[in-house]
């Protein structure tokens, strides 16, 4: 009898022995020290998902507003443009072509090709001409001046096209008998914003006597890409950065977020890394999910997750973990219970927000079979052991 216990004794030694030398990954914990002391779990309160919490919520999303950057007009038809250094303008004295930049004249645009002046004037409304080089017109120095014939230097940075029209025609009195003067910009190259991002075609865009909104500079950028989070829109200014809902703007006719854009500027697109959701525990197919126009309820992320696992789930513990992000230790947790008749109208009026972690609880019957399944192949290993030895 001892000397069976003892063949037995060995024969499980060895068959234990060998998940060390087993061939494959392992972790060799020798030199790793580990503080044996446990620490007191902390508790949450959990918030059950109910028709009153759904309510209150949506009040609460309704009643936020997102404060908008502060701007120098209220509304664009107080827009008006100021001339500022390396600004380009033509200026027309009827009747005096030797005053008048030549029309249809031939112009370097700092490349190895050339631009008409008509192609100069239909130009600046995107873009800035190629290469920066000076067409035929009058180009603002950095010092703000502009230099004409007969007037000499005079200010231009700073005012607008009328008041240059205004003061060249006052000052050209005495050398021409009622002088008739047009002036307009041939390039806006002094003012720009910057747009980056999930856009089709990022970049500067030039700020002319055309106001610029935040719609208007994703559609000159090409528009946004299939990736693109335009409900949160980046805006940066005067060192301070703004959140803007172009989404809104676009389904609800939200005008207050498209803003009128100033120059310096940067508009960020951003993608939807976060606007993701996660989606874990006795799920069929565990993953993130990314939000749809910003929106996403516990009924979609499961929908897209293909639903819960029939038999290990637990469907009174639908959980929502949220804030996580700027509250690691301390993160708002609620519980859906999915028995109740009314479940499904709130797993579906229920708001997720961005890098929500939505987890579904393990049946106490799954929990004993796994324990079962770690246990019976050891039980089976002995039993097979003891048999050989007889």
């Known amino acids: 009898m001892l000397k069976r216990n003892l063949t037995v004794a060995l024969l499980l030694t060895a ?36 028709s009153d919490l759904v309510m209150t ?25 100021h001339v500022a250094p390396q600004d380009i303008l033509g200026i027309t004295v009827w009747d005096h072509p030797e005053l008048t930049t030549p029309n249809g004249s031939t112009l370097s645009t700092g490349d190895n090709t050339t631009q008409t002046l008509a192609g100069a004037v239909q130009q600046p409304y995107t873009t800035a001409l190629p290469g920066q080089a000076d067409p ?21 940075a700073g005012k607008t096209v009328g008041d240059i029209r205004n003061e060249l025609a006052t000052r050209l009195v005495p050398y021409i008998r009622n002088p008739q003067v047009d002036v307009r910009v041939l390039s806006f190259r002094s003012q720009k914003v910057q747009v980056t991002g999930e856009v089709k075609s990022p970049g500067p865009l030039a700020i002319s006597d055309v106001p610029l909104t ?18 949160r829109v980046r805006l940066t200014r005067n060192n301070q950065l703004y959140v803007l809902d172009a989404n809104s703007l676009l389904d609800r006719g939200d005008t207050r977020q498209n ?21 874990m525990g006795e799920v069929k197919t565990p993953q993130t999910v990314s939000m749809l126009r910003g929106k996403l309820t516990i009924a979609d992320a499961l929908t897209q997750a293909t639903g819960i696992l029939d038999t290990d789930a637990n469907p009174r513990q639908i959980y929502v ?19 109740q008749p009314n479940a499904i109208m709130l797993s579906s009026q229920f708001q997720l927000q961005p890098l929500d972690v939505v987890y579904v609880g393990t049946a106490l019957s799954t929990t004993f079979n796994r324990i ?19």
């Open 214 to 231: 935040l719609l208007d500079a994703i559609t000159r950028s090409g528009g946004s890409t299939n990736v693109a989070d335009i409900q």
């Open 57 to 81: 919520q949506a009040q609460q999303a309704a009643s936020q507003q997102t404060p908008l950057p502060p701007g120098k007009y209220s509304d664009p038809s107080q827009y008006i443009y």
């Open 259 to 279: 803003v009128m854009l100033q120059a310096g500027d940067i508009i960020n697109v951003p993608d939807r890394v976060d606007s993701r959701v996660f989606v």
């Open 136 to 156: 035929y017109g009058q180009t603002v120095a950095p010092d703000g001046t502009i230099f004409f014939p007969f007037v000499g230097r005079m200010q231009a």
């Open 15 to 50: 068959f234990l022995s060998a998940c060390a030398t087993a061939p494959g990954n392992y972790l060799d914990t020798s030199s790793l020290k580990e503080d044996s002391q446990s620490k007191p779990a902390e508790t949450y309160p959990v918030h059950l998902i109910d």
């Open 321 to 339: 973990l949220r804030g996580m992000k700027d509250h690691p230790t301390t993160p708002e947790v609620y519980r859906l219970d999915m028995t």
């Open 372 to 390: 079962i399944q770690q246990v019976l192949p050891a039980i089976q290993s002995v039993f097979y052991i003891k048999e050989m030895t007889n």
